[in-house]
């Protein structure tokens, strides 16, 4: 089942996503945004995450993919907790030049449309480093989610410590969201 947005399609992640999801994954610009640590990765290696991956009901990733440009990014839900009805969010937009061009924004909406409406989940968490403040704006400004917390010093780039910004929206600042600015419709 693939997740559609105005503009995107969020799709399982394929062998032949491979090879540009190893150039991410080796690029320091990219990797200077988001959080978690990174070292070099081989094909090798990406080819034994990529056999790590199941359709389980914990962990779920997909590529990012628009019709005229292909596949631009990868987006998550991880760590659920069906119990607790809630997971973990993160998202990577591989080019510069794809960015600020609402790709993002529909990207967080179809995550979050999937999430609430047909998971059931009632939260979602995020995080990111207290530089990237576009990243911030957009899940805070134009997606409805909360700044919720810091985590001081969690992040070390470039020979020095970053905060961790927290945020999360709950399915009720959701449908608040979309019933306010008629997202779907």
């Known amino acids: 089942m693939n997740i559609n947005g105005k503009n995107i399609v969020l799709r399982a992640i394929e062998l032949e996503d491979l090879p540009l999801l190893n150039i991410w994954a080796n690029n320091p610009e990219i990797q200077y945004w988001i959080g978690g640590w990174h070292f070099p990765t081989s094909m090798e290696d990406q080819k034994k995450w ?26 998550n839900l991880v760590d659920i907790d069906w119990k607790n009805r809630n997971a973990h969010h993160g998202m990577l937009l591989g080019d510069k030049e794809i960015r600020g061009k609402g790709f993002a924004v529909d990207t967080v909406m179809a995550i979050m449309k999937y999430a609430f409406e047909e998971l059931g989940l009632n939260r979602l968490d ?54 306010k600015n008629n997202y779907w419709e």
């Not at 991956?53 to 596949?71: D, H, P």
């Open 126 to 179: 995020g995080s990111m480093i207290e530089y990237n403040e576009a990243s911030l704006k957009m899940y805070t400004e134009k997606c409805g989610w909360k700044r919720e917390g810091v985590r001081r010093n969690w992040y070390f780039r470039k020979n020095r410590y970053w905060d961790s910004i927290i945020v999360g929206i709950t399915k009720e600042d959701y449908f608040d969201l979309i019933s």
């Open 50 to 75: 990529f056999q790590g991956l199941s359709a389980n009901s914990l962990n779920q990733r997909f590529v990012i993919e628009t019709k005229e440009l292909g596949m631009i990014g990868t987006a």
